[in-house]
């Protein structure tokens, strides 16, 4: 059971921005912990999209963004393009469990 | 760059082991830290564990305590994950990637490894 919780889905048209919230507690966001958000395209390995909450490594769009505040982070798409059409999944580390943890995920659809 | 290539799907029996293995290539194995993360069908993905070959330090999470061994051979850069007593509940798709900075991040992957528990 993932102790970070997102919204199963959200969709947008092309151009349009969406938002993918991570809901965490004091145990792990809410304790300082950086959030890392990781796209994973349909049959394939889990991407690095986003570390340490806003940044992106080399080769990732700037239309991707991250940012955290209190027991939270979310991930926003800008221009959301068919591309971007995947599965999008946040994670911590959450100092009660002493274990890296993910999120529920969400999945993302371009309309 | 750092890669990361996984062993071939398996298919075992409800109470048997499977070992799967994880052959880094680019940069100093010693250096690195590996984590494995499973996915089960439809599923989300869930962090085993992780080991940090220079020292043969692992560690686990909570709920695999006891039925998962994390090994690494330094000779070959190869990471393995052995999991026993296996259930359906284990059918999934097994991967490695290379942990770094604080929290871990995951960066690569292996390309994963399917595991089928059935009788």
């Known amino acids: 059971q993932s102790v970070l919780t997102q919204p199963p889905s959200v969709s947008g048209a092309p151009g349009q921005r969406v938002t993918i919230s991570c809901t965490g507690s004091n145990s792990n966001i809410g304790a300082g912990h950086d959030v890392h958000w990781y796209q994973q395209l349909p049959g394939t390995a889990p991407k690095l999209l986003i570390f340490g909450n806003n940044n992106r490594p080399s080769g990732v769009p700037d239309r991707f963004s991250g940012s955290k505040s209190g027991t939270s982070a979310s991930l926003a798409i800008t221009g959301l393009q068919a591309e971007d059409e995947a599965d999008y999944y946040c994670q911590s580390y959450d100092s009660s469990l002493r274990e890296s943890v993910f999120g529920t995920g969400t999945q993302v659809t371009v309309l | 760059q750092v890669q990361l290539v996984q062993s071939g799907a398996e298919v075992k029996k409800p109470g048997s082991s499977v070992k799967v293995s994880c052959k880094a290539s680019?940069?100093?194995?010693?250096?690195?830290?590996i984590s494995w993360v499973r996915q089960a069908p439809g599923q989300g993905l869930e962090w085993m564990g992780r080991?940090?070959?220079?020292?043969?330090?692992?560690n686990y999470a909570q709920q695999f305590q006891g039925r998962l061994t994390i090994s690494a051979d330094k000779s070959t850069t190869t990471a393995y994950l052995e999991l026993s007593s296996l259930r359906s509940e284990d059918t999934a798709v097994y991967y490695c990637?290379?942990?770094?900075?604080?929290?871990?991040?995951?960066?690569?992957w292996g390309q994963g490894t399917l595991v089928i528990v059935s009788s």
């Open positions: 080991i940090i070959p220079f020292v043969g330090f692992a």
């Open positions: 990637a290379r942990a770094h900075g604080e929290p871990n991040r995951f960066d690569p």
């Open positions: 680019g940069g100093p194995f010693s250096s690195y830290t």
